[in-house]
């Protein structure tokens, strides 16, 4: 079975603070992970993927295998973060992507 | 491309009538799913749909919700009878071919309200 965990529902940040949104998951194999962002009355829309490793907007995210974490960080909160945020995990048998509880960030200015 | 596109946007209905929530997949992708979104639950997984056909429907709540996927670019979602519990924000997501399994794109949702 795959379980993704956002232990936050709620995060308040100020203007120009660090923020991370941290994300667990449980999962056998060798999972794909995926940060997944919806700003106010948007779609729902893929940020970044662990296996690009890329940054995106400024958010980073490393798969940590050790800890079974994909925690998304960025070092500087803009007030345009503010978003819900999912962590998602794909399974290497098959297309199901589970989404954690996501995580409302605020960024307060 | 327009994206998935997902009709109606919002839907408000009496407890006990049947609600059909329609989707247009992206042109070519063969991976069709259905998900809830709830502030209590946030994004379930109801049903996925490869090359048309179900492959995993174990998150359909109960028999009150059925999906089909009659062709390649049309699905629907029925709840018969609906009930003031199944309110939420229902997501019809596509991908596409290969081992892509995280690029979902979403539609932008139908917000249902039983009322």
């Known amino acids: 079975a795959q379980r993704v965990t956002q232990p936050e529902k709620l995060l308040s940040v100020f203007k120009g603070a660090p923020v991370e949104l941290k994300c667990n998951y449980s999962?056998?194999?060798?999972?794909?992970l995926f940060w997944y962002v919806q700003y106010s009355r948007q779609r729902l829309q893929l940020l970044l993927r662990?296996?690009s490793r890329e940054s995106i907007k400024g958010f980073t995210a490393d798969l940590n295998k050790g800890e079974t974490s994909f925690h998304l960080k960025k070092p500087f909160a803009q007030e345009e973060d503010s978003a819900m945020y999912y962590c998602?995990?794909?399974?290497?048998?098959?297309?199901?992507?589970?989404f954690g509880e996501g995580t409302q960030l605020t960024v307060n200015p | 491309d327009a994206g998935v596109i997902q009709s109606p946007r919002h839907e408000v209905t009496e407890m006990g009538q049947e609600v059909t929530l329609r989707c247009k997949p992206i042109?070519?992708?063969?991976?069709l799913f259905w998900y809830r979104q709830t502030m209590m639950r946030g994004l379930e997984l109801l049903i996925y749909?490869?090359?048309?056909?179900?492959?995993?429907d174990s998150g359909m709540p109960e028999d009150r919700f059925s999906a089909k996927m009659p062709n390649a670019s049309f699905s629907t979602l029925k709840i018969q009878p609906s009930e003031p519990r199944d309110s939420a924000v229902y997501f019809c997501?596509?991908?596409?071919?290969?081992?892509?399994?995280?690029?979902?794109?979403f539609g932008q949702g139908t917000r249902l309200t039983v009322v």
């Open positions: 997501a596509s991908s596409p071919p290969g081992r892509t399994f995280g690029q979902a794109f």
């Open positions: 999962y056998s194999g060798s999972p794909e």
């Open positions: 662990h296996i």
């Open positions: 998602a995990l794909a399974g290497t048998s098959g297309s199901r992507l589970t």
């Open positions: 042109s070519g992708h063969d991976y």
């Open positions: 749909f490869n090359n048309n056909v179900p492959i995993d």
